[in-house]
């Protein structure tokens, strides 16, 4: 993703189908500390800048932050989901309910994000799964950890040019315009809240050592606090990985984000700035199992 302008539009009610074999459930990693919150019902985001977005194509989460930053303007648009090939047709392709299974998560940490998943199919959607969710983490926006996070879950072919093309994309001028200081921290008095949930995944292509994965995710960004501008909201996306297998992992070799599909936004009471920001710093996030 790259900072392009957009806005959130978040009107269209698509129906979704998650297909997959095996069950998906979450367990809690051991010291995560932060967390996410009800909030308001916002809008999913659009893109209309495709220089900046093919700089940092292979980097899917930032869409949000950028539809957040420019609230208002610009028009929303759906970048292309591409095609891929489909697997056999005479597999089940019902979709599956969250529910535990019998399997223990990946126990690797790499950098703080899980490692150390299977060369199978479900191996590659808890991979392309707990990418997503790093990827679209707020450690994105400061430069250090930002490093570590693109180095981890990517393959190291690509990850040289892409640290330099995300320092350019984060630029200072761009953290201002999602409401941070130049370091990528929040104002103070303000909380910056960015995660983002899968809600499901499914494998569209198995290849050897390659696989392509699609996971379709809830997102939330903004700012809580008195006052604030920007508002915490939630967005809708599919995340499309393409996945390698290397050095005994799975890693992202390119990514890209299309928008929704959204569901029919519902009636829940918008929480104030005090009960997000206790919201997000009370409940951790999770790592993902397929």
């Keep these: 993703m790259s900072p392009?302008?957009?806005?959130?539009?978040?009107?269209?009610?698509?129906?979704?189908?998650?297909?997959?074999?095996?069950?998906?459930?979450?367990?809690?990693?051991?010291g995560e500390s932060h967390g996410f919150g009800d909030t308001r019902r916002g809008n999913r985001s659009g893109f209309s800048n495709r220089n900046l977005l093919t700089v940092v194509a292979v980097v899917v989460l930032l869409i949000a932050a950028i539809a957040f930053a420019n609230r208002g303007g610009g028009s929303a648009g759906a970048g292309s989901g591409g095609s891929s090939d489909n697997r056999d047709t005479n597999r089940d392709t019902a979709a599956q309910p969250t529910a535990p299974t019998g399997e223990k998560p990946v126990s690797g940490k790499n950098g703080g994000i899980a490692s150390g998943f299977p060369k199978t199919e479900q191996g590659a959607q808890s991979a392309a799964a707990n990418y997503a969710v790093a990827l679209g983490s707020d450690g994105m926006?400061?430069?250090?950890?930002?490093?570590?996070?693109?180095?981890?879950?990517?393959?190291?072919?690509?990850?040289?040019?892409?640290?330099?093309?995300?320092?350019?994309?984060?630029?200072?001028?761009?953290?201002?315009?999602?409401?941070?200081?130049?370091?990528?921290?929040?104002?103070?008095?303000?909380?910056?809240?960015?995660?983002?949930?899968?809600?499901?995944?499914k494998a569209t292509k198995i290849d050897g050592d390659t696989a392509t994965v699609e996971v379709w995710c809830?997102?939330?960004?903004?700012?809580?606090?008195?006052?604030?501008?920007?508002?915490?909201?939630?967005?809708?996306?599919?995340?499309?990985?393409?996945?390698?297998?290397?050095?005994?992992?799975?890693?992202?070799?390119?990514?890209?984000?299309?928008?929704?599909?959204?569901?029919?936004?519902?009636?829940?009471?918008a929480s104030s700035a005090e009960e997000i920001t206790n919201a997000v710093e009370g409940y951790g996030g999770f790592t993902y199992a397929r």
């Design 4 to 30: 392009v302008n957009g806005e959130f539009d978040g009107r269209d009610y698509p129906t979704a189908e998650n297909s997959g074999h095996g069950q998906t459930r979450t367990q809690l990693p051991d």
């Design 141 to 201: 926006f400061k430069a250090d950890r930002r490093h570590e996070i693109v180095a981890a879950v990517h393959d190291p072919a690509v990850v040289g040019k892409l640290q330099g093309d995300l320092d350019r994309a984060y630029s200072p001028k761009f953290l201002a315009n999602v409401g941070l200081k130049s370091d990528g921290s929040a104002p103070n008095g303000f909380t910056f809240v960015s995660r983002t949930v899968p809600v499901g995944s």
């Design 218 to 269: 809830t997102g939330l960004v903004g700012l809580a606090g008195e006052s604030s501008t920007k508002p915490v909201s939630e967005t809708w996306f599919t995340i499309t990985e393409k996945l390698k297998w290397t050095n005994d992992d799975w890693k992202i070799e390119s990514s890209k984000q299309t928008a929704g599909p959204a569901p029919v936004g519902g009636d829940d009471r």
